[in-house]
């Protein structure tokens, strides 16, 4: 069985980014990310013939598991989080691929072995010494693992061979400014910057991909996507779990390095971004790059007017009752970390002077959505707006990133009857419902994307240190400011008055979702 999905970013480059045969080596390939994600993204990309006929995979950690370990492993992450069923008479061509080394990512002599394994594997399968390394380990094993890979000349060198070997780097990139500079300078000593591939998920997700073919694919948006016709833009990322299992990680990071520094600063720059003159990798990120150039500083004069931070309290989420986030278990006694951040941006160009961006993400929240929502200025008050105390609701392009990718587009249109009578109505197109198959997966698309040598949805190093830098002149102020307690919100509510503070000043609310 073999089905051809499409990609709308790489249309027309069909014969250039073809996946090549190559051997994907998953470092902590006995992990969650690889059970849960990536185990289950290529069985879906094999199912739909989106691989190359050469290809093998290598898990690579200190679990003690062979090759029918890992096949077993495989399979029942596959049969858990798949989003296509296994299919038995599939299953034993892709097992066949699935293979595991044991090794720890500090030992030399492990990777004396994981080479000689992977010169066997490529000899049985037919494939050219192609490798790209996934990096499924925490960032202070970074640094290690890359010497390593380095020193057993498990790098090819960029020689015109056509041999590549590429490395995928999970984020957070770093902490803070300094340590995401000093894990790109680990990661750039050993590879060339075109064989690095820094993931965010997010980019990877149907919607997202579809917000260049939408924006520059049809004639209706692009002539209104600037500060003439749009009085602002939301980008919210809603959650509805607590830190759960995550708190000893996220106690140390909190909402804003967690999300908005990698999450939502790439979503602001596809929107934002200029029209590229080629769908060529590198044209797109520095597309991307120029909106974090023009992204207005916050001052430490403006952050109280700007940022909003704060933690979920105590509350209901599903009907059962919830603590707030300091009586986690993991969380410091104490802790300042915030589970929701809100922030009103200025992106200083031709296009976005003037137009504020506002951007907001949390934990306990009511549910779990993603949405970009482009607010249009409201027409002008005569005819059918007139009525200056029931003013017409604005027109809004909504692009639904999770749970329901797709998106929708409210207009306003008279209610049947004799008398003239406005109502505000919502068109909606839903990836599921119209092309009738879930969307594949994002960690499915950007698989498939290394493997061909497409960079177009992954992080450049100056794009990560851009952001940072943005990003660490918030938390200088914070950490200057050293608030001993945080606003709260409810858990299962959208977060803090002073959020709502934050928007109602401008005369403007929020959406609800």
């Known amino acids: 069985m073999e089905r051809h999905l499409h990609n709308p970013l790489t249309a027309g480059l069909s014969d250039v980014h073809r996946p090549q045969p190559c051997t994907l080596v998953i470092f902590g390939g006995g992990g969650d990310l690889s059970h849960r994600k990536l185990l289950p993204a290529l069985y879906n990309q094999a199912l739909d013939g989106e691989l190359p006929a ?19 492993f495989a399979r029942e992450g596959i049969e858990t989080f798949s989003r296509q069923k296994l299919d038995p008479a599939f299953w034993p061509d ?54 390593q890979l380095k020193r057993a000349g498990l790098v090819m060198p960029l020689d015109g061979s056509g041999r590549f070997s590429r490395i995928i780097v999970e984020k957070p990139i770093g902490r803070d400014l300094a340590s995401a500079r000093q894990i790109n300078a680990v990661l750039c000593k050993n590879f060339n910057e075109e064989q690095i591939y820094r993931i965010d998920h997010y980019l990877g997700k149907e919607t997202v991909q579809n917000i260049l073919v939408m924006r520059f694919g049809n004639s209706i948006f692009e002539p209104l996507w600037n500060s003439r016709y749009i009085d602002h833009v939301q980008i919210t990322v809603a ?44 044209v797109i990120r520095d597309n991307r790059q120029d909106v974090l150039h023009c992204l ?64 907001r993400t949390g934990k306990r929240m009511p549910k779990r959505a993603s949405e970009i929502a482009i607010q249009f200025k409201s027409v002008p008050p005569i005819f059918f707006n007139a009525d200056r105390s029931h003013p017409l609701e604005p027109n809004v392009l909504a692009l639904n990133i999770q749970p329901n990718e797709g998106l929708s587009m409210q207009i306003a249109t008279k209610l049947p009857g004799p008398k003239v009578k406005i109502y505000p109505v919502k068109m909606d197109f839903r ?27 992954f992080m450049r190093r100056d794009t990560v240190e851009s952001s940072w830098i943005w990003i660490q002149a918030i938390l200088d102020a914070w950490a200057d400011n050293r608030s001993r307690w945080l606003p709260e919100y409810e858990a299962g509510t959208w977060g803090p008055v002073e959020a709502d503070r934050l928007i109602e000043t401008d005369g403007r609310k929020w959406r609800l979702l």
């Open 54 to 72: 050469n290809y093998a995979v290598l898990g690579f950690a200190l679990e003690e598991m062979n090759d029918e370990g890992f096949r077993d």
């Open 94 to 147: 892709f097992a066949h691929k699935l293979h595991f080394q044991q090794g720890s990512f500090t030992d030399a002599e492990a990777y004396d072995g994981l080479k000689r394994r992977l010169e066997e594997i490529e000899s049985r399968f037919g494939i050219p010494g192609n490798r790209i390394y996934y990096l499924a380990i925490p960032p202070s094993l970074i640094e290690a693992c890359v010497q």
């Open 239 to 282: 959650e509805e779990e607590g830190v759960g299992t995550r708190a000893g990680y996220y106690d140390q990071a909190g909402a804003l390095r967690d999300m908005v520094q990698n999450h939502i600063l790439q979503l602001l720059t596809l929107i934002a971004m200029e029209p590229p003159w080629t769908m060529d990798a590198n």
């Open 296 to 359: 207005r500083s916050i001052d430490r004069k403006e952050i109280d007017r700007s940022v909003i931070r704060a933690q979920y309290g105590a509350g209901f989420w599903r009907g059962q009752e919830v603590p707030g986030y300091r009586r986690e278990e993991g969380v410091a006694n104490g802790s300042t970390t915030e589970s929701y951040v809100a922030l009103k941006v200025f992106i200083d160009n031709w296009r976005w002077s003037g137009v504020p961006f506002y951007l």
């Open 431 to 457: 990836y599921g419902s119209t092309f009738g198959e879930a969307s594949p997966e994002a960690y499915e698309r950007l698989l498939v994307d290394v493997m061909a040598g497409d960079a177009t949805l």
